[in-house]
C-alpha cells in the first residue's frame, strides 16, 4: 500500500512558465511533508517543506501548498529554469514519530524547455 | 552545512562477493542513519534505520543476514552486501538525521552492479 503517491512520472514545461508538481497521501498521522530534487546518480536533496499547521509555504522560487481535508499537497516552481529538471520526490513523515522516518513518493521527471 | 559522504559512488563486483558501502558524517555527528534503496523509476525504499551502538532496525522484507549494517561510531555507518547477487544491482543511499528535518541530509549513493 503506497502510502505517499505522485501520480504523474513525468512533467514538461516550458522556461519561465509555471511547474506543479502533485502528491497525496493516505496516512493520516503523516504531519509533516517535504520535497526532495534528485539528479541522477546523486542522492536527492532538500527543497522545502511544510508542517500540517500550515497551509502554505515559500521559499524563493518554491511554493508548497498542503490541503490537509483532501491529503494533497503540490510544489510550485515559479518562473521555471532548464536547472530545474530533475527528480522532484515528495516525502511525509510523523513527526511523533520517534526515529524520524519517512516515506517517499514515486518521483515526477520535471524537464524543463529553454 | 551538514554533509554525509557516501563512498564508493559505484562498485561493480562478482556474484557471491560481498560489498561495503560507507557512509560518513562530515562535520556533525548522526545518532541516526538510514539506508535505502531506488530502483530505477521507482520510490527510495527505506531498508533499515541505523543506530549507533545499537542494532540496526530493519524494514519488513529485508534480509538482516544479507544486508549486514554496523553504527559503530557517530560519524560512520556502513552497510555490507553479503554474498550479492545480480537482483542486489541497486542504487543505495544512505542519510543522516540531526535535529530536524531539515537536516535529513543525504549521501551522493552507491551505485551496485553485480556480474
Known amino acids: 500500500d503506497q502510502q505517499v503517491k505522485q501520480n504523474s512520472p513525468s512533467l514538461s514545461v516550458q522556461e519561465g512558465r509555471i511547474s506543479i508538481l502533485n502528491c497525496d497521501y493516505t496516512n493520516s498521522m503523516f504531519d509533516y511533508f517535504l520535497w526532495y530534487k534528485k539528479y541522477p546518480a546523486e542522492g536527492p536533496t532538500f527543497l522545502i517543506s511544510?508542517?500540517?499547521?500550515?497551509d502554505k509555504n515559500e521559499d524563493g522560487r518554491f511554493t508548497v501548498f498542503l490541503n490537509k481535508s483532501a491529503k494533497h499537497l503540490s510544489l510550485h516552481i515559479v518562473p521555471s529554469q532548464p536547472g530545474d529538471s530533475a527528480v522532484y520526490f515528495c516525502a511525509a513523515a510523523n513527526s511523533g514519530g520517534s526515529n524520524y522516518k519517512l516515506t517517499f513518493g514515486k518521483g515526477t521527471l520535471l524537464t524543463v524547455n529553454p | 552545512g551538514a554533509v554525509v559522504s557516501q563512498h564508493p559512488s559505484r562498485v561493480i563486483c562478482k556474484s557471491g562477493t560481498s560489498v561495503k558501502i560507507e557512509c560518513r558524517s562530515l562535520d556533525f555527528q548522526a545518532t541516526t542513519m538510514f539506508w535505502y534503496r531506488q530502483f530505477p523509476k521507482q520510490s527510495l525504499m527505506l531498508m533499515a534505520t541505523s543506530n549507533e551502538g545499537s542494532k540496526a532496525t530493519y524494514e519488513q522484507g529485508v534480509e538482516k543476514d544479507k544486508f549486514l549494517i554496523n553504527h559503530a561510531s557517530l560519524t560512520l555507518s556502513t552497510l555490507t552486501v553479503t554474498s550479492a547477487h545480480p537482483e542486489d544491482s541497486s542504487f543505495y543511499i544512505c542519510?543522516?538525521?540531526?535535529?530536524?528535518?531539515?537536516?535529513?541530509?543525504f549521501g551522493s549513493g552507491t551505485r551496485l552492479t553485480v556480474v
Open positions: 511544510i508542517s500540517s499547521i500550515k
Open positions: 542519510s543522516a538525521v540531526i535535529s530536524t528535518y531539515r537536516g535529513y541530509t
